[in-house]
């Protein structure tokens, strides 16, 4: 004989997903969980954040990506107790962003490559674009400064902005900018 | 205030982020669909661990209050009486006559 028991929605929704691993989807009216609606919408920019930062398309989509995962483990889809989603999800790009070019130098040796030597096909595709003696240039910076700068002048962040996102002093932030656009200034001088 | 350098490093980066444009990028994969949370996966190990604990914790409560004792077996019944059969005779016997009497005859020689 055979016995059949209601469910709650709620138990069966957990039953199913812990067997198969992956989430049942909610009855949410078309708009998705939280999380995924601010992944659709914050993708794009993040993605270009990160390329500003990383110099190539597939790490910066890896590295946005990490931080939703990252997001969605520590808050899940709800995003329960995250006061500005926005301002972790800047500072989450910045700090892979950051890791993933200290891993490429400690691993190999990694600077990015002088101008003159072959790039990679996605970052060709990418420096198509935008003053190539600039970029140059920022490749003499350390990973800080590019933040800072990148911070500043593509995402047009106050000093103090820069300060709470990259979890520095703001007179940190005023000496890292300055010391940069000497770096800047120097190396552009220098190739006219 | 903003200088030509700063003005140059602005452009600079925003032809470089406009350069990454939807078409560009890979097929979405939203984060609920990488996976449920390490906190529910966590949870369900958790659960999962303090079950079969509880379940081992019983089964040795169980066995330490209720021990096997001897004087819970049954005793067995005694073993059956050997038996009392004798084979068959393997050849035929003269039967006494039904009408043999253990008693002396009647008639004696010679009284």
């Not at chain 1, 069966?12 to 009216?29: E, L, S």
């Not at chain 2, 890979?26 to 996966?41: F, H, K, N, S, V």
């Not at chain 2, 096997?68 to 050849?91: C, F, I, M, N, Y």
Request: include cysteine; charge should be positive.
């Amino acid at each position: 004989m055979i016995v059949v028991l209601p469910l709650p929605p709620a138990l069966y929704r957990w039953i199913r997903q812990a067997r198969t691993g992956t989430p049942f989807p909610r009855p949410d009216h078309g708009l998705g969980p939280p999380i995924n609606q601010l992944y659709h919408g914050r993708r794009l920019s993040l993605v270009r954040l990160a390329v500003l930062l990383v110099d190539d398309l597939p790490t910066a989509e890896d590295v946005v990506q990490d931080v939703f995962a990252a997001m969605y483990r520590r808050y899940g889809a709800g995003l329960r107790g995250l006061d500005d989603p926005d301002a972790y999800l800047r500072t989450g790009v910045m700090n892979t962003a950051r890791s993933v070019l200290r891993r490429r130098r400690v691993a190999r040796g990694y600077r990015l490559p002088p101008a003159g030597v072959a790039p990679a096909a996605e970052e060709q595709a990418l420096q198509g674009h935008g003053d190539e003696k600039v970029w140059a240039a920022m490749r003499h910076l350390t990973a800080r400064q590019r933040q800072v700068l990148v911070l500043r002048y593509w995402s047009g962040l106050s000093e103090q902005e820069i300060a709470d996102t990259l979890q520095v002093s703001c007179g940190t932030v005023k000496s890292t900018a300055s010391r940069a656009l000497t770096i800047l200034r120097s190396h552009l001088r220098g190739r006219r | 205030m903003s200088s030509e350098l700063e003005d140059r490093i602005r452009r600079a980066m925003a032809d470089r982020a406009g350069a990454v444009t939807p078409d560009r990028l890979q097929p979405a994969i939203p984060p609920t669909a990488m996976g449920p949370p390490a906190r529910r996966r966590r949870m369900l190990i958790v659960a999962a661990t303090a079950g079969l604990t509880a379940a081992a914790a019983i089964l040795t409560a169980v066995v330490v209050l209720h021990p096997h004792r001897p004087d819970d077996v049954v005793p067995a019944g005694p073993p059956p009486a050997p038996s009392t059969t004798t084979p068959p005779p393997l050849s035929p016997t003269a039967t006494s006559s039904p009408f043999a009497s253990s008693t002396a005859p009647a008639t004696s020689p010679g009284r």
